[in-house]
C-alpha cells in the first residue's frame, strides 16, 4: 500500500473512533470537564505515533491505550496540584471494562440497524420521525392521517418488535450471545 493510501487510511480509522475514544477517556474521568482536552492530546500523540501503527491489526485497542496514558498523564498533573485521582489499578480496571461496553454497544448498534431495516417503510418513518427529534407526535399525525394516540400505540409495537429481533441476534441480557 503507498504510503499516502497508508495515511488517508489513518485518517479514516482515527476519524472514525473519534466518538468512542471521548466516551472512553470520560470514563476514565467521571465529572472532569477536561476530557476533551485529554482526547485532543491523545489525538495528537495519535497522529505522532501514526507510523509505529500496523494497519492490520486493532487501531481501536491501541488508540485507546494511547488515550489511557494520556489520562494517566493528566492525572498525574492533577496530583501534583492537590486534586483527587483515581489509582492507576481503577482506572485499568474501568479501561478494561469500558473497552468491552464500547464494543457491546456497537453490537447493539449494529443489531439495531439491521432491525430497522426490516420494518415497513411506514414503519422506519414512524421511527425516524419519534427518535430523529424532527417534531412531536400530534404534528405527524396530522401529517400522516392518523391519530396521536393510534401512533403511540404503533411506537409501543414496533419498539417490542425491535427488540424482539435484537434478542434474536442474541444481543442483549437474556439472549443466547
Excluded at 21 to 35: C, D, I, N, Q, T
Excluded at 115 to 135: H, M, S, T, V
Excluded at 144 to 172: E, Y
Amino acid at each position: 500500500m503507498r504510503e499516502q493510501e497508508q495515511a488517508d487510511r489513518f485518517v479514516e480509522l482515527l476519524t472514525q473512533i473519534q466518538v468512542p475514544l471521548l466516551l472512553y477517556v470520560r470514563s476514565l474521568m467521571p465529572g472532569e470537564s477536561s476530557a476533551r482536552d485529554v482526547v485532543q492530546n491523545a489525538n495528537a500523540t495519535i497522529w505522532q505515533k501514526h507510523r509505529d501503527f500496523e494497519l492490520e491489526t486493532n487501531f481501536k485497542a491501541w488508540a485507546f491505550s494511547i488515550a489511557r496514558y494520556e489520562v494517566l498523564n493528566y492525572r498525574k498533573q492533577q496530583a501534583r496540584d492537590g486534586r483527587l485521582v483515581f489509582s492507576d489499578d481503577l482506572t485499568q480496571i474501568i479501561s478494561t471494562e469500558m473497552v468491552a461496553y464500547e464494543e457491546d454497544t456497537q453490537a447493539l448498534h449494529e443489531a439495531l440497524q439491521q432491525c430497522l431495516n426490516k420494518l415497513r417503510p411506514q414503519d422506519r418513518d414512524l421511527i425516524d420521525y419519534r427518535y430523529a427529534g424532527r417534531g412531536n407526535l400530534e404534528e405527524y399525525a396530522r401529517e400522516v392521517g392518523r391519530s396521536a394516540g393510534g401512533l403511540k400505540v404503533s411506537l409501543h409495537r414496533l419498539r417490542n418488535t425491535l427488540l424482539a429481533c435484537i434478542q434474536r441476534q442474541g444481543h442483549t441480557e437474556g439472549g443466547d450471545g
